[in-house]
């Protein structure tokens, strides 16, 4: 049904739902790549169905980073 068709991915959201994986070793600072394990496994699912995948890392600044933001300006 999909075959052949392109998919945009949220590539944060993968992320952040990839870190689940290894939040122990994210809290405590113990390098991990669990996260990145998980997006792989999702993208090479959508290769072996014939998927395009495309990954936008993308949207609205936060509120909370305003400060930061400001700052990277110069």
């Not at 405590?28 to 995948?53: D, H, N, S, V």
């Amino acid at each position: 049904m999909l075959r052949g068709r392109t998919a945009a991915i949220d590539g944060h959201g993968w992320l952040h739902r990839g870190a689940y994986s290894c939040d122990v070793e994210l809290a405590t600072g113990t390098p991990t790549e669990g996260y990145l394990g998980f997006c792989l496994k999702r993208l090479r699912l959508l290769l072996a169905a014939g998927i395009r995948p495309i990954l936008v890392f993308d949207g609205a600044s936060l509120p909370a980073k305003a400060s930061k933001n400001a700052a990277r300006r110069g």
